[in-house]
């Protein structure tokens, strides 16, 4: 309650709700549970009426206080106990006026569904005066009631209390007395028939085969896993009409074989794989587009770059070499090495 912050409202709520269980199966009282609820609207109320851990637009106290009336509202609908809750839900309802109007629209509607369900004709105050008077008309009328009716609880409490443990006396000497008066006379005589040996000869003859057994071969593992073929793997189950079709992977032995099997479109589990198969159908389409573009794309930066290197090659020729042309190789030894045979 001292840290006002956000990242502890999940456990607050479920210590509320723990504190309303508990109430519940009777481990504890309802004052405690009264205590917790003004606890929660009082607590770092200073005497000015504001409050620096609890500002007006906090409402985590507000669903803190319908966690324990959603819990355990419904056991004070009789005698003090629904006294106590009437006078309790007069300051919750000054409490909440008290706050940034309107209040957000779920806590609103869970205020309401709360006092319905344990208060459904409360009368419900629109500024904080009416709230005031009401509290000032019903709390002297009730305070000497509270305390008296306070008393007689405990006294009841107390008085209950004292008569289980003298139960409880009572009944732990009446045992002992009890086993005190119990007398061993003769000891308990085991009598042998054909039976019992022919059931024990049996019983020995089958553990020493097992042992036997285990002793000499392996212990098969049963398997349950079935391996699917990988032409029936990625097979998209067909639609005709209103029904898919389904085929089974049953086994029989040691052989596998499918088994056809018609689901209607309209259940869950034909229309959810049928979702399914449009999304994985989807994305293949969706990969498909983009590794074709991804190529064509890569095809036109290798055709750019060969038009690129192509042009400036033929850039840097000298004119000269462009035109000048190939020297024709000799077409004899004698014109190679320029010699005469008359020589």
Known sequence: MEINQPQYNQRRISEAKLLGELYNYRMVESNLIFNTLYLILSFGLLPDGSNPIDPPTETIRIRLILTILETSGQYFEKGSLKKKCDLFLLFFQKYLLGKIQP?????????????????????????????EEAIA????????????????????????????????????????????????????????????????????????????????????????????????????????????????????????????MDVPIESEFASNLFDKQKAVRKEREELKRLVLGHEQRQEAEELLAEQQESRNVGFLMRPNDRKQKPRKAPQLTTEMFNFNSSK
């Not at 008309?137 to 009631?145: D, R």
């Not at 054909?194 to 003859?205: A, G, Q, S």
């Not at 036997?212 to 097979?235: C, E, H, W, Y």
Request: negative net charge; contains cysteine; proline residues 3%.
């Open 103 to 131: 209040l957000p629209i779920d806590v609103e509607y869970s205020v309401q569904d709360t006092l319905e369900s344990i208060r459904p004709n409360i009368q419900m105050y629109s500024n904080i005066s009416g709230v």
């Open 137 to 260: 008309e019903i709390s002297p009328s009730l305070k000497g009631a509270f305390a008296s009716v306070d008393q007689e609880e405990s006294d009841t409490e107390e008085g209950s209390s004292t008569e289980t443990e003298a139960v409880e006396q009572d009944e732990s000497e009446e045992n002992r007395g009890d086993d005190d008066d119990v007398k061993v006379n003769r000891k308990l005589e085991v009598v042998k028939c054909e039976e019992d040996d022919e059931f024990i000869k049996e019983l020995e003859k089958t553990m020493t085969a097992d042992i036997s057994s285990r002793l000499t071969g392996t212990a098969k593992v049963t398997s349950t896993d079935l391996a699917i073929p990988m032409n029936q793997a990625f097979k998209e189950h067909k639609i005709e009409g209103n029904v898919m079709k389904f085929k089974v992977l049953l086994k029989k032995g040691s052989k596998q074989h499918f088994k056809q």
